[in-house]
């Protein structure tokens, strides 16, 4: 089996969730794919770092991050299984006050081309304050790539950037 048949496979086993749900927009829905239990996954985790950097082999940059919590184990996946030397970042939702201050974690993105990642975006809002916070700390975000897209491409590319995804809703026929 491939690495994207078996990824999707244990998404399906895994983490779809079948009910009413509030999600992070306010919108509701009839389901929920809780990446979490996949991208923090023993057997999953490097699936998901080796998918992620094969669908994003022809852009080029340097380090990989998103807007914690979700892109965190994504970007360390793809830090540990990516074939090219990569850093990861933590984008805070909000800026601390203490210590250095800083809202973007790790080493330093500023002057980078970077890659923005989720685990899944439905309305684009979580990866675009990432990419908004990363502009603002003077790296180049490439593009957008998460795991499962619900919806979020024409928002992302409307805000002038590429966005690709390793599943839709449809792979897992939600
Ligand atoms: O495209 P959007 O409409 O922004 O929705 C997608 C976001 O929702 C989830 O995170 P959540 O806000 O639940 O927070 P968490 O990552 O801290 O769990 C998910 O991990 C994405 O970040
Ligand atoms: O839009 C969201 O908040 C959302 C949808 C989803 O399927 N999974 C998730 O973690 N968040």
Redesign the pocket.
């Known amino acids: 089996m491939s690495d994207r048949d078996e990824l999707l496979a244990l998404i399906d086993e895994l983490?779809v969730?079948r009910g009413r749900?509030?999600?992070?927009?306010g919108?509701e829905?009839d389901?929920?794919?809780?990446?979490?239990r996949v991208t923090l996954h023993h057997r999953a985790a490097p699936l998901v770092g080796r998918v992620m950097a094969e669908l994003t082999a022809d852009w080029d940059y340097s380090a990989v991050g998103g807007l914690t919590l979700?892109a965190d184990p994504v970007a360390t996946a793809m830090l540990h299984h990516s074939p090219r030397p990569l850093d990861a970042f933590v984008v805070r939702k909000a800026g601390k006050a203490h210590g250095l201050q800083r809202r973007i974690e790790g080493p330093d993105v500023a002057g980078r081309r970077v890659l923005a990642v989720e685990?899944?975006?439905?309305?684009g809002g979580?990866v675009l304050t990432a990419v908004d916070a990363l502009r603002e700390a003077g790296a180049d975000p490439v593009g957008v790539a998460v795991i499962?897209d619900?919806g979020a491409g024409d928002a992302v590319r409307d805000a002038g950037y590429e966005y690709r995804a390793a599943f839709t809703s449809k792979d897992l026929q939600l």
């Open positions: 983490a969730v749900v509030v999600l992070s927009s919108r829905a389901y929920y794919v809780d990446l979490r979700g685990d899944t975006s439905t309305t979580s499962v619900r």
